[in-house]
């Protein structure tokens, strides 16, 4: 497939996939820093087990590419990209604390909602395609997934570390 002209519903499909492929395989190098750069064993716990359901997202792409009789293929996402360092970013900036581990969880929230609209459209783009039932559930599954970790994030933020962080008050800088 070329990279440069996008001129059919298949072709935007395609890069589609391969864009989602890029970023899952960005997350699993990914979510280990930020895991290991938590102070809350619950949001570590939470990067945790996103990263193996995030290796399980690579897996059903790959399925997904198998179904389609198609080579899986990576096409560097640098929207992700971008979202991966500025996590970083936030780590080298920051002590071990609630104040990391509340940035730690917006970086993870909008990775979530980047995957949970990228995935959204994919799905109905199958559909549209009549593409066969079990890709469509394969890529709706991973919805699901995306959709839970998001508000497992958001729950440990509101429930536990912002609280906390919200107790480092200094003055704002201007
Ligand atoms: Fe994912
Ligand atoms: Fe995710």
Not at 63 to 76: I, N
Not at 85 to 111: F, H, M, W
Not at 112 to 119: K, V
Request: hydrophobic fraction near 35%.
């Amino acid at each position: 497939m070329s990279a440069e002209k996008i001129t059919t519903f298949d072709e935007l499909f395609q890069t589609g996939l391969a864009d989602i492929y890029d970023a899952e395989q960005q997350l699993v190098q990914a979510l280990p820093k930020l895991a290991q750069a938590c102070s809350s064993p619950q949001l570590r716990q939470a990067f945790e087990q996103h990263l193996q359901e995030t290796r399980g997202h690579v897996q059903r792409l790959e399925q997904v590419y198998s179904k389609l009789g198609l080579k899986p293929e990576r096409k560097t996402n640098t929207i992700l990209q971008a979202m991966t360092q500025d996590a970083e970013k936030k780590i080298q900036i920051t002590e071990p604390s609630p104040v990391r581990d509340a940035a730690l969880i917006v970086c993870g929230n909008k990775v979530e909602h980047f995957e949970i609209g990228s995935y959204g459209s994919l799905r109905n783009f199958a559909e549209l395609m009549s593409q066969p039932q079990e890709i469509i559930s394969l890529l709706e599954q991973t919805t699901q997934e995306e959709k839970k970790a998001d508000q497992l994030l958001t729950q440990i933020g509101e429930s536990e570390v912002n609280p906390q962080a919200a107790r480092m008050r200094g003055q704002l800088t201007r």
